[in-house]
Each structure stands twice: as C-alpha cells, then as structure tokens.
C-alpha cells in the first residue's frame, strides 16, 4: 500500500493566531464555532491570513456487488444514472454546489458501466463494481492498492492546479451496507448500531438488510487487519477517498467531510494516520444510524444537523459558507485597534 507522510499541523502560530482572532472587533468567543475553523485553517496553512482557493467536490462514484442482495430499495444501475445526472449539473450536489461557490469533479471510481471516453468524468476506474461481501471479500489487495494510488493522484492533480479545500462525496447503491461494516470491525461497536435504513428502507427491508449484514459477519468473522478489513467489506469509491483524504493531508488542505459514508472513508484514514484529524472538517450529521456515533468514536463535531442523509457531498455544500465565514472574519473583520472601539478593561 502506498505511504503517506501525514503530519501534525505546526503550532507555532498558534498563539499569534488566537491573538489575531481575539482583538477582532466582537466580544471575546462570541464567534464561537468559526473561531475554531478560523484557527484550525490558519494552523494548516501556517499564516495569520488563510485563503480557500479553488474549493472542489470530488464525487467518487462505484458499485458494490452486495447491491445485488437486497440491502437497498433501489438498484445498482442508479449509481451510473446519477453519474449521468451529475454530469448534466441535475443532482442535489450540482445546485448546491453552484449555490456556493464549488466546482463538481465527479471519478469513476469503479462503476459498473462503460462510459466510454466521456469527457469531464474522471476515467479511475478499477472494476466494474466489487464482489458480494456476502460470501466473498469485496476487492483483490491489488484492487485496494490501486484505490490509493489513484485516489493520490487525483488530489496531487488538483493540488497542482491550486485547490487547496477539498470536499469528498461519493455515489454508490448499496454503500451505506459497506459503510457499517467497515464502521463495525474498524470501530468495535455493535452491527445493530452501525446499520441504518440508507436510501429509506422501511422496517421490513431493514431487518433484511440487517440479517444480510449478519451472515456477512458470520462468512468473516472476526478480523482485525486494516488492509483484510477493507478488502472484505469497501467499495472502490470508498478506498479511493480514502486514499484521496490521505494524499490531501499529506499536502496540507483543508479536508470537508461529508455523511456516513465519506465519515467511513475518513475512519480507514484515521486509522492509518490519526493525525489526519487536524486537517478535517465534519460539515454535517447525516441522519443515517451510526454516523452519529461514528463522529463521536473519531471525536469531531459536526457543524450542521439539517435531517439530511443523501450524501454525494451535498453536507459539504451546504456547510462551505459556514467556512468560508470563517475565513473572511479574520481576514476581513477590523481590529479593535484598526477601528478605534475600545477593548474590556
Ligand atoms: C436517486 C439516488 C440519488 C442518490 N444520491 C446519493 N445517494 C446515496 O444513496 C446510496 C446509499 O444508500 P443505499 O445503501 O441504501 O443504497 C449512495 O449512492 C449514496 O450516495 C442516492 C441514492 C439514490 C437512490
Ligand atoms: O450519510 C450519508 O452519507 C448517506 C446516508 C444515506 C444514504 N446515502 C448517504
């Protein structure tokens, strides 16, 4: 598996930063969270005066063999018409994106479908969709491998072109069954507590989904290797963000996180490299079961909590004004002193 060098961030404009943040013209805290991502941004881009430059959703699209065994109410050819949706702007991610200010970059990641040469999607294709974890692991370690390399590369090439914000999203019927099972072997807690309802089974379906999930883990059974964990249960979208998230921190951007799914993605990071926390935003709680206490397990806070459970990267969009705030006040906010408003005593 290909090695990232994933550091801390630097700490020492840590106090000249604070500084900054505390003698704007406001009460001190008063601008509470965006204090915190004001400072959390400075601290990654080691300057009093951090820009967001070129923000960009990546949208990872693949397929997943367990597509095929009823966890989801919808079936696998979505992932690829939604690919088709995204690429004609009509998705929830499109609007939202253009809404505030992001451009949409949207990877095969491993959709099973051949688009051809089709311009503006990103060709990184590894398969045409993992096999059933019911009875199979999902992808060769030669599969994982390759998720990381491309997932690199992808963000090395953005990186050149200066984005340096990058939001990660993903497509793929049948992943938030992926998702809470690499939720339940990387983070211990109970299968029942890592599966949610994903595009809105009703209770019937959710047992299902639940009893398919079930004999999964009893075809496993217990492991506790990163690489056979994510060979058995990822999707191609999933290991290549992960991959991507890792190649990001490692060039010192700002990482937006999306719901349970991309969270899962970070979760593989993270325990690979924990220090890929400094460089990490959670913009939302999604209202899928697990992601709630997912964030809690990985200790980050979310900064929206709208009900939303779609994914494609959509949490992200919504949230960037909220960092883009951030970053204005404390570069455009005056100074008590610039604006002659006198300080507490
Ligand atoms: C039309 C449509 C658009 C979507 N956009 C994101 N998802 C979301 O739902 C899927 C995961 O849910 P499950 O595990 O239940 O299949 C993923 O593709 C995710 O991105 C969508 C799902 C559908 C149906
Ligand atoms: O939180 C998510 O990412 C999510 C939840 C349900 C369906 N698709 C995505």
Redesign the pocket.
């Known amino acids: 598996m290909k090695d990232f060098k994933v550091k801390k961030v630097e700490k020492s404009l840590e106090k000249e930063l604070q500084h900054k943040i505390d003698y704007k013209t406001k009460p001190l805290g008063s601008l509470g969270k965006l204090e915190d991502i004001a400072l959390q941004i400075g601290l990654i881009q080691e300057t009093l005066s951090p820009k967001i430059k070129s923000p960009t959703v990546l949208v990872f699209a693949g397929d997943h063999g367990i597509?095929n065994d009823g966890?989801?109410?919808?079936p696998q050819e979505?992932?690829y018409q939604?690919v088709m949706n995204f690429l004609n702007e009509g998705?929830?991610i499109n609007v939202f994106a253009r809404q505030n200010g992001l451009v949409v970059k949207v990877v095969d990641a491993g959709v099973n479908y051949d688009f051809g040469s089709l311009g503006k999607l990103l060709h990184y294709k590894v398969n045409k969709g993992t096999r059933s974890f019911l009875n199979n692991t999902a992808m060769e370690r030669i599969e994982l491998s390759e998720c990381f390399i491309k997932g690199s590369a992808i963000v090395n090439d953005l990186f050149e072109k200066g984005c340096n914000c990058i939001a990660f999203?993903?497509?793929?019927?049948?992943?938030?069954?992926s998702a809470a099972m690499l939720m339940h072997y990387f983070t211990e807690t109970d299968l029942h507590d890592c599966v949610g309802?994903?595009?809105?089974?009703d209770n019937k379906g959710l047992k299902k989904k639940i009893g398919v999930l079930e004999a999964a883990v009893e075809f496993h059974g217990e492991l506790e290797d990163w690489e056979k964990i994510m060979m058995a249960f990822s999707g191609f979208e999933i290991a290549m963000m992960t991959g991507a998230m890792l190649q990001a921190a490692e060039n010192k951007m700002v990482i937006l996180l999306d719901g349970f799914?991309a969270t899962t993605a970070y979760l593989a990071a993270y325990k690979l490299y924990p220090e890929i926390k400094n460089y990490v935003i959670a913009c939302h709680l999604s209202d899928e079961k697990g992601h709630k206490l997912l964030l809690e397990y990985l200790g980050v806070s979310p900064l929206l909590s709208l009900g939303m459970r779609?994914?494609?990267g959509t949490g992200t969009a919504i949230a960037f004004p909220i960092v883009n705030a951030s970053v204005n006040f404390l570069n455009e906010m005056a100074s008590f002193e610039s604006a002659g408003v006198s300080n507490k005593e």
């Open positions: 597509a966890v989801s109410p919808y979505v992932t939604m998705a929830g999203g993903e497509m793929g019927i049948g992943n938030t069954s309802r994903g595009t809105g089974l799914i779609l994914g494609e």
